[in-house]
Antibody, heavy 125, light 107 residues
Framework: EVQLVQSGAEVNKAGESLKISCMGS????????IAWVRQMPGKGLEWMGI????????KYSPSFEGQVTISADKSISTAYLQWSSLKASDTAMYYC??????????????????WGQGTKVTVSS | DIQMTQSPSSLSASLGDGVTITCRAS??????VNWYQQIPGKAPKLLIY???SLESGVPAKFSGSGSGTDFTLTISSLQPEDFATYYC?????????FGQGTKVEIK
């Protein structure tokens, strides 16, 4: 069974650094892309960025570039999301998700088919 | 970046009703649209990919259509477990943006 297991809830102060993780199991994730999605309290889903576990190629949303760093360790099928200096506005639930690819004629489509359980990050000012 | 605009932002419906949610892209994204369901306190779940393909294990009461800039998600015969928030997402180009969500509530 494919699973993405995220690290536990975090409570931090503004200005602290933080790194949360997302570990895949039940499949070979070496050639998978893992995305990170933010959900602020009571709000919708925001796509933050994505990383290819094989070579750590990364794409960021302009809204998040420079604010977070996405990294990976393919040897343990794990993706990371980190902050160097947290802000109160980083308080949110963070989800990781695997990007699956589907052939459609001569085109390929992608979607987030498996999701982690979420990591709640609370930052106090 | 591509903007995805969902409507309505919320709707009320009764058990057994059918509902339709729409999503409009700010540019032509062919059929690169996915739909997700999120129950409060849970991670999102993929329902539909490539605008109209049903993800494995998802009941056929969910259906999607559209291409270009206009897309719809239709849910037939609403049951208690269908009351949730639904999101569209474009996967045509990075960043793979989401719509703002549609909350389906019990009337």
């Amino acid at each position: 069974e494919v699973q993405l297991v995220q690290s536990g809830a975090e409570v931090n102060k503004a200005g602290e650094s933080l790194k949360i993780s997302c570990m895949g199991s039940g499949d070979d994730f070496t050639n998978d892309w893992i995305a990170w999605v933010r959900q602020m309290p009571g709000k919708g889903l925001e796509w933050m960025g994505i990383i290819f576990l094989h070579d750590s190629e990364t794409k960021y949303s302009p809204s998040f570039e420079g604010q977070v760093t996405i990294s990976a360790d393919k040897s343990i099928s794990t993706a990371y999301l980190q902050w160097s200096s947290l802000k109160a506005s980083d308080t949110a639930m963070y989800y990781c998700a695997r990007q699956a690819y589907y052939a459609s004629g001569t085109d390929f489509h992608s979607a987030l088919d498996f999701w982690g359980q979420g990591t709640k990050v609370t930052v106090s000012s | 970046d591509i903007q995805m605009t969902q409507s309505p932002s919320s709707l009320s419906a009764s058990l057994g009703d059918g509902v339709t949610i729409t999503c409009r892209a700010s540019q032509n994204i062919k059929r690169h649209v996915n739909w997700y369901q999120q129950i409060p306190g849970k991670a999102p779940k993929l329902l539909i990919y490539s605008a109209s393909s049903l993800e494995s294990g998802v009941p056929a009461k969910f259906s999607g259509s559209g291409s270009g800039t206009d897309f719809t998600l239709t849910i037939s015969s609403l049951q208690p477990e269908d009351f949730a928030t639904y999101y569209c997402q474009q996967s045509y180009s990075f960043p793979h943006s989401f719509g703002q969500g549609t909350k389906v509530e019990i009337k």
